[in-house]
């Protein structure tokens, strides 16, 4: 679906792309659209921002961060997105974009491989591309704007998870969607932590909500109906730490089987409240909106290639470095609990 603001309902790929070909709303007419060579680069300030899916507050906020930023620097700020978190659904949105002419996509990856041939076809009409939040494999765009390490982030929740259940016992990890990129780099760290710092716990069972509240919360009542003596769950996604929270503070495990994770504080800020949940993990997502709107300037206008020690302008945030592999870190994930919650609003 196609929109200037950030709350819209989603629509269908193809209707979506059909409304952006009709509209033509997200080029910034007048500035050579496709021009994006970064030799000299362009002035053709019109970003897109393709998120998982539309829906999720996560990424109505990181889109929020981006449109300040775009705003900031006045280009224009688009959003389109599918409604489910599947492999290929965003491929006909780039396609789409790739003919509008947009200086940049900044996407969010439901799959590392899947959405390659369409962004590298824009990269050749001179669209840039910025990944945020979960990458593709790295030859298929200019910049990867990481929201913290993945060793950082698995870190976090597998010491989360080890405090709440007492070092000890069964747990389980209720994922996204299968193919999603950066949950499956934070479990792969999180299973080789847990390996070599915790021998008394024991991951039972990995499930995934597909980033969709209702499958997440019936995956949530499945796992503790298969694992009786399950003592807790990790969630590294907003959209399944919510939808899991949910289900066990109205269930008998409330309170005795543990739930941490990635969550936004809005989201979670009843289940600490009413003692579901002791204490989960994030980043500020509007941060990371707003430095991928900078990154994909920086691209636009040819100041930064995406090569190791490429420096650009962030706004607020400063100046940021381009590490290796075309990677831009935010920063380090952040924990919240009953004590600071009520300092957040996203
Ligand atoms: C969900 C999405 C997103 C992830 C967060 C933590 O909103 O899966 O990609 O970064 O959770």
């Known amino acids: 679906m196609f929109r200037n603001k950030r709350r819209a309902g989603a629509l269908t790929a193809l209707a979506a792309a059909a409304a952006l070909v009709l509209s033509g709303c997200a080029v910034d007419s007048g500035t050579g659209g496709g021009d994006g060579g970064s030799e000299g680069g362009s002035d053709n300030l019109s970003i897109t921002f393709l998120p ?4 999720n507050p996560y990424f109505d906020t990181s889109s929020g961060g981006a449109e300040e930023a775009i705003g900031e620097f006045d280009g224009t ?10 492999p290929d659904s965003q491929v006909s949105y780039i396609n789409t974009l790739t003919q509008q002419g947009v200086g940049a996509i900044a996407v969010s990856a439901n799959d590392p491989e899947a959405i390659c041939d369409a962004l590298n076809e824009a990269r050749d009409a001179g669209v840039k591309v910025v990944t945020f939040d979960s990458d593709t494999n790295p030859e298929c765009r200019d910049v990867f704007i990481n929201q913290a390490t993945a060793e950082g982030i698995a870190k976090v929740q597998v010491d989360l998870i080890a405090e709440q259940i007492g070092g000890a016992g069964e747990i389980a990890i209720l994922s996204a969607s299968a193919n999603a990129t950066n949950q499956n780099a934070w479990i792969e760290m999180m299973e080789e932590y847990l ?12 499930v995934y909500g597909d980033d969709d509240d209702q499958t997440s919360f019936d995956k949530t009542a499945a796992l503790l109906q298969t694992h009786p003596n399950l003592k807790g769950i990790i969630s590294p996604t907003t959209v399944g730490i919510a939808a899991a929270a949910r289900y066990l503070s109205t269930s008998e495990y409330k309170g005795t089987v543990a739930l941490t994770g990635l969550g936004t504080p809005n989201q979670m800020r009843e289940y600490v409240e009413d003692g579901t949940v002791t204490s989960f993990a994030l980043w500020n997502p509007a941060d990371l909106g707003y430095l991928a709107a900078f990154a994909s300037k920086a691209l636009i206008e040819g100041d930064i290639t995406g090569a190791e020690g490429d420096t650009f302008d962030a706004g607020k945030l400063g ?4 590490e290796a592999d075309g990677v831009v870190l935010l920063g380090d994930p ?8 009520g300092d957040f609003d996203f």
């Open 52 to 55: 998982k899916n539309l829906g």
């Open 77 to 86: 700020f688009a959003e389109v997105g599918p409604a489910e978190a599947t």
């Open 195 to 206: 390996a070599s710092d915790f021998p008394d716990i024991t991951l039972v069972e990995t």
């Open 319 to 322: 100046e940021y470095t381009v």
């Open 334 to 341: 952040f924990v919240f609990d009953a004590e600071n919650i």
